[in-house]
Nanobody, 124 residues
Framework: VQLVESGGGSVQPGGSLRLSCAAS????????LSWVRQAPGKGPEWIST???????YYSNTLKGRFIISRDNAKNELYLQIISLKPEDTAVYFC???????????????????WGQGTQVTVQP
């Protein structure tokens, strides 16, 4: 299993980014996938999950500015972030959940594989 994130960078508040996660080593289309972030000095935070069939679930506190999607033909997962805020500064990870979930997941316990992360910095 390999997950490789990209698309991070430094952006101004109010800007947008699309993060990508290139996956290999497993039957991508049949797997649920998630995005998790970790801000400096804080624990990891689950953002969103997309099922293999496309159903999506979001953190209640983050819903509205984050859009998860996937392209099963390309084996890629995406996270569109709009109206970026300084508090969105974090390392963003794609991850594979251990089980099918229909809501929040614990970043500490509920994932079997992680990418290396991509840094997003939001500053004027």
């Amino acid at each position: 299993v390999q997950l490789v994130e990209s698309g991070g960078g430094s952006v101004q508040p109010g800007g947008s980014l699309r993060l990508s996660c290139a996956a290999s080593g497993f039957p991508f289309g049949t797997y649920d996938l998630s995005w998790v972030r970790q801000a400096p000095g804080k624990g990891p935070e689950w953002i969103s999950t997309i099922h293999g069939g496309g159903d999506t679930y979001y953190s209640n506190t983050l819903k509205g500015r984050f859009i998860i999607s996937r392209d099963n033909a390309k084996n890629e997962l995406y996270l569109q972030i709009i109206s970026l805020k300084p508090e969105d500064t974090a390392v963003y990870f794609c991850a594979i959940p251990r089980f099918r979930a229909y809501g929040a997941l614990s970043p500490w316990d509920d994932f079997s594989s992680w990418g290396q992360g991509t840094q997003v910095t939001v500053q004027p």
